[in-house]
């Protein structure tokens, strides 16, 4: 477990706000059979999370900017430190009362992620990491998977919206060939938790295109912290700015960026 007083922060503030969207999410079920449906009611549910986390990180780290993926950007007078914040990720998961979703809040200092939370208010599931302090799910110390060989793989994807069907013909390429080599695939709907379940040695590998910051940022340092490799869908070292992300133990990273580069 890591006992830091930054940790103490982010945790609170992430179980405060949860305990809103563990509310949320009950009424969710019952919005399902509603004519007007959970639509607005998940966006107010994610503001008002995004308001929590707002108010109590800055409480705690006055002067620290903002990155969210509700209210954008805000600059801090500490141009050192900014949180990286994505209030509900896993939105569709949630407005379908699937209670796979996660606060995500990561620390960037100087450019650098130096510390990650991802929690499920559903699950209680609670993934830490902070720079050279390992990663953590609960009190049980994370390692990504021993695997070597593809064949024996469980890898993680995304699967581009409707709304984004531009990219649906680089997915059906990417899947075909993912699918010709690793033992099988998982969509889960949230990224921060795809990534966490990469550090947690569950899934092999992961990748996705078309995502933010806000949704890597924690999960970047958590698979880093538990021995895992992070770069872009190509490989490249910049995915926060990139948007997209390909995650893993180094063998299987490896060979599944190889795998996504000639994937046509
Ligand atoms: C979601 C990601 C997910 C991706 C969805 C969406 P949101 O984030 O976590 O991996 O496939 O398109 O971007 O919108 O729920 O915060």
């Not at 986390?53 to 509700?70: C, D, H, I, Q, T």
């Not at 954008?72 to 949630?94: A, C, M, Q, Y």
């Amino acid at each position: 477990m890591i006992r830091s007083a930054l940790m103490t922060v982010m945790t609170a503030a992430a179980i405060k706000a949860g305990r809103g969207l563990k509310r949320d999410f009950g009424e969710v079920e019952n919005l399902q059979v509603s004519m007007k449906g959970p639509g607005d009611f998940v966006s107010a549910a994610d503001r008002k999370a995004e308001k929590t986390l707002f108010e109590e990180l800055s409480k705690a780290r006055p002067g620290y900017g903002f990155v969210m993926e509700e209210s954008g950007v805000v600059e801090g007078s500490d141009k050192s430190h900014r949180w990286i914040v994505d209030p509900l990720d896993g939105t569709t998961n949630f407005l379908h009362a699937i209670p796979v979703f996660a606060i995500s809040i990561g620390l960037e200092r100087d450019g650098q992620i130096v510390a990650g939370l991802i929690y499920n208010p559903a699950t209680e599931d609670m993934y830490v990491a902070e720079k050279g302090q390992g990663a953590w799910n609960n009190d049980r110390r994370l390692r990504v998977s021993a695997r070597r060989d593809m064949a024996m793989a469980l890898i993680g994807c995304g699967v581009p919206h409707l709304g984004k069907a531009a990219g649906h013909p680089r997915f059906k390429a990417e899947l075909a060939a993912v699918m010709a080599r690793a033992q099988n695939l998982r969509r889960m709907g949230a990224a921060s938790l795809d990534m966490a379940y990469v550090a947690a040695g569950r899934l092999d590998a992961y990748w996705e295109r078309g995502i933010n910051n806000w949704d890597m940022a924690a999960g970047a340092i958590l698979v880093r912290e538990a021995g895992g490799f992070v770069t872009d869908a190509d490989g490249g070292p910049d995915y926060l700015d990139a948007g997209t992300v390909c995650c893993g133990c180094e063998p299987i990273h490896k060979e599944l960026l190889a795998i996504l580069r000639v994937a046509k």
